[in-house]
């Protein structure tokens, strides 16, 4: 049997980052993976560039029961002390929209930057090792695939159900639960809606367009891209919306966030003023595309005609149409493409400064697994990084 200081469940941005903390402090650090690499999510995530940050990682910008549980460790690591160690491997990033960090390289960097960090900690890493069970005596008990592992602490750092071609599994779910923890319900997040039956027939003709739009889902609202799919809507401002939706909540989406909904009025009124005998299509066309105007002016039963000659109420209802249209989802497409999982661990169970389990000392919780979302753009590598941060000062 071997014996460590802490054993980490997880070899991804969280287990690592949580590793490297405790090793850099003398701690004795075995960490298992399952997989045969290291990093799986991080290597895909980006495109392949890893956004592994956001300069606006703030609270505000993650969904859980305890909205003010990600409060502590957000404050103690933040997105520039993640900067600070990307710039002190010499990494070359560049910051997109709405503060989205990016490697100029690739996900590789950050993926071999862990693995150096790891290893100047004298991290032990252990891959094609299956967790099979866990218990509890004086300390932690480990049976694996690759042998027997003793430790004072034990870190659960295995993700979420996201993107199962990764590795995801129950795991960590199942060992919150073994040591009598809730776990709040989950589900996909940072996901495209699927339409209803009735809505696909409707919009099937749009698949392939995408357009700037405003999408708003129980109050929150994203104003990005979104694209028009086989089966639904996807697209950031989709995605986003995501986050917020749960079976029987309405999705509005503002296909023209750049004028108000009185602009548009108006702007349709001086050009019926003017008399120019332009189509509506026409003048819609300069600023949605013209398959997304010809859908709509359809749904709202515009005739192929002259401005001029368009019903008031027609008009009206299109002006609505157009500024909040409104959709019920028959759910998201799932686990398969979500970015990440929504819910998990309780964290009414957990230190926010440590990640410990109030109920079992020693056991920590940490990244994905813990009930913590963050909106889509980096947001979830910070908190990988920031809870993973805390566990590490603290094994």
């Not at 890493?125 to 003793?150: E, H, M, P, R």
């Not at 996909?188 to 809505?199: H, I, K, P, R, Y």
Request: proline content about 3%; glycine content about 10%.
């Amino acid at each position: 049997m071997e014996t460590y200081d802490v054993v980490v469940i997880g070899a991804g941005a969280a287990g690592m980052m949580c590793a490297i903390q405790a090793g850099r402090r003398g701690r004795r650090v075995a960490l298992l993976e399952h997989a045969g690499v290291i990093g799986q999510k991080i290597r895909i995530s980006g495109g392949g560039r890893c956004n592994f940050t956001n300069r606006g990682a703030t609270p505000e910008r993650y969904v859980s029961e305890n909205p003010d549980f990600c409060r502590s460790a957000l404050a103690r690591y933040t997105a520039e002390d993640f900067v600070e160690l990307v710039r002190a491997h010499g990494i070359a990033f560049h910051e997109k929209t709405l503060g989205q960090l990016f490697c100029d390289g690739s996900a590789q960097q950050i993926i071999d930057m862990l693995i150096e960090e790891c290893r100047r900690a004298r991290v032990t890493i252990a891959l094609n090792c299956q967790v099979q069970t866990v218990k509890k005596a004086d300390g932690f008990l480990i049976k694996t695939s690759a042998g027997d592992y003793a430790a004072e602490s034990l870190v659960i750092a295995t993700g979420g159900l996201s993107l199962p071609k990764t590795g995801a599994t129950h795991f960590g779910y199942r060992i919150a639960e073994q040591f009598g923890l809730r776990v709040v319900p989950t589900s996909a997040a940072l996901d495209a809606f699927v339409f209803s039956e009735n809505d696909r027939r409707r919009f099937e003709e749009l698949a392939g367009v995408s357009l700037p739009a405003a999408v708003t889902c129980h109050g929150a609202r994203f104003e990005e891209g979104i694209l028009f799919t086989h089966t639904g809507l996807s697209g950031p401002a989709a995605l986003q919306a995501s986050l917020y939706w749960q079976p029987g909540r309405k999705v509005s989406v503002d296909l023209l966030p750049s004028m108000s909904t009185d602009e548009l009025r108006s702007w349709l009124a001086q050009k019926k003023t003017d008399g120019s005998g332009a189509k509506v299509e026409t003048l819609l066309a300069e600023r949605l595309p013209r398959r997304v105007v010809d859908r709509f002016c359809r749904l709202h039963n515009l005739t192929p005609r002259s401005l001029a000659q368009q019903p008031a109420a027609a008009l009206e209802s299109l002006c609505r149409g157009l500024k909040a249209w409104t959709f019920m989802p028959r759910g998201t497409a799932g686990y398969g493409t979500a970015e990440v999982t929504r819910g998990g661990v309780d964290t009414k169970a957990l230190s926010s400064k440590t990640m410990e389990c109030h109920t079992v000392p020693g056991l920590y919780f940490i990244g994905e697994v813990v009930d913590v979302t963050g909106w889509l753009g980096g947001y979830n590598f910070q908190w990988a990084w920031s809870s993973g941060w805390a566990a590490g000062q603290a094994v």
